[in-house]
Structures are given as C-alpha cells and as structure tokens.
C-alpha cells in the first residue's frame, strides 16, 4: 500500500509539474506570437501605406532595409510562436520537436553571428571605415549602393566622413569630382516651407566650413546608438536565456506526452 500511494502520488507531481510546464509554454509563445503579429502588421503597413509614407521609407536605404528586417522578424516570431501554442496546448509531439529545433537553429545562428562578430570585429574600426570610404564612394551615383547607404548616412545624422570632411582627400570621389571638396550629402539643411534645403551649398561644395557639417560619422553614429547599444547587448542576453529555457521546456514536455 506504501509503496502504491507513493507511486500515485508521485506520478501526480509529475503530472503537475506537465501541466504547468505545458501552461507557462503556451502563455511565453502566446506573447512571442503577438510580437511576431504586431511586427508583421507595422511592415506591411509601411510598404503599402497610401499617405506617402513609402515614399520617403523608400528614398532612405537605411529605412528601407530596416524594413525587411522588421517583416522577417515578424514572420519568423509568428511562426516560433503558432508552433509553440499548438504544440504546447494540444501536446502534439512533432509541432514540439519542430519548435525545438526551429528554436535551435536560430540559437546557433545567433552564437555565429556573435562570433563573427568578435573575429571581424577590426572592420568595425575608424581606419577601416575611412579606407573603404577613400576608395569606393562616388558622391552623386545613387546607383551604387556603397555610395547610396553613406549619403543616407550623412543626410541623416548631419555628418561628414567617417572623422571629417577631410577624408575626403586623396579619395575616389575626389577623383571623380575635382571641382567639389565634399559631396552634397554633407552640406548643411535647413527646414524650409516643411521642406529641407541646403544652406549656402555651392560654398559648401567649395569647401567652406561654415556650410557644412564637420562632425564625422563614426562619432555621431556611436553618440546616437551608445545607449541602444548596451540596451540591445542586455536584450541579447534576455534573449539568448529565454530561447535556452524555451527549448529545455519544449523537451521536457516532449519526453513527459505519454
């Protein structure tokens, strides 16, 4: 009879602790699924938005971009969450493993890029952003996307160059524009009508610092993001915790479905 009543009552606890495993999986994928939702109805509304505000996302590459990178998060969260809720509530063993491995790979994904990023982390320096600036940026060809992305850069955060104006020198676009000192992207912008314009450009294209901006983009870019930067470093490691209980949750529920 012992033996028995401590039999059932263990096989109860552990019915429990499944049953509470399997709720706080739904809830935590139920959240993931909203998120994916929410980030997948703000792309589409941007690049079918009829008031014109495609317009100016398209004449932006950064913006552009950011885009699709928002709608392939959004995806790939509404999915990680459907397959978790199903598999989580109906206890289906193979939307399970799928969640499981989904959540794997995008796991190992996440630990490359990391490491990546450590091992090329010299092509994120100043002299290596000022030697590829010398030698491919044209100035005016919108064409070329190296060229495009440093104009939306330069028009966006109101600097020059990666330290100066004067990396200018000695340059490709130098090369190019003999008659130029700086491209267009760098001269100075005021609000105008509810329209921006260049303030003084042909003098600013001469050359003259009054007209232009001199504050390198490396720098403003950094002072923009230093708080983003932490705030994201502290999200990946969030991220990085909970896609690790996610999946040791995921294969707890799939050893306990009898």
Same mark, same amino acid.
């Given at each position: ?16 602790c499944l049953s509470c495993i399997k709720y706080l999986m739904f809830v935590f994928n139920f959240l993931i699924f909203l998120g994916g939702s929410f980030l997948l109805g703000v792309g589409v ?25 928002? $709608?392939?998060?959004?995806? #790939? @969260?509404? =999915? !990680?969450? *459907? %397959?978790?809720?199903?598999? &989580? ?6 939307? $399970?493993?799928?969640?499981? #491995? @989904?959540? =794997? !790979?995008? *796991? %190992?994904?996440?630990?490359? &890029? ?18 590829? %600036? ?37 340059s490709r676009f130098r090369l190019i524009n003999q008659n130029h000192m700086v491209p267009e992207a760098c001269c100075q912008r005021s609000s105008q009508t509810g329209e921006l314009a260049y ?60």
């Open positions: 009879m012992g033996q028995g009543e401590a039999s059932a009552r263990g096989t109860t606890m552990e019915g429990d509304w941007v690049l079918v938005d009829p008031t014109g505000f495609r317009e100016i996302v398209a004449a932006n590459p950064l913006l552009f971009t950011g885009v699709y990178i928002v $709608l392939g998060m959004g995806g #790939m @969260l509404f =999915l !990680l969450g *459907f %397959l978790g809720c199903c598999g &989580a509530i109906r206890e289906n063993k193979c939307l $399970l493993l799928f969640f499981f #491995m @989904l959540i =794997l !790979l995008i *796991f %190992l994904a996440e630990l490359a &890029a990391a490491i990546l990023a450590f091992i090329f982390r010299e092509h994120l320096t100043r002299e290596y952003f000022t030697k590829e %600036l010398k030698r491919h940026y044209q100035g005016y060809n919108n064409t070329d996307v190296f060229t495009s992305t440093w104009n939306a850069i330069m028009t966006t955060f109101d600097c020059c160059g990666v330290n100066s104006p004067e990396d200018f020198k000695d303030i003084g450009q042909e003098q600013c294209l001469t050359g003259n610092m009054m007209f232009r901006n001199n504050k390198g983009c490396y720098s403003a870019v950094v002072d923009y993001f230093e708080l983003y930067i932490y705030v994201a470093g502290a999200l990946a490691i969030v991220v990085l915790t909970i896609e690790l209980f996610a999946m040791v949750f995921a294969m707890c529920l799939f050893r306990g479905i009898q």
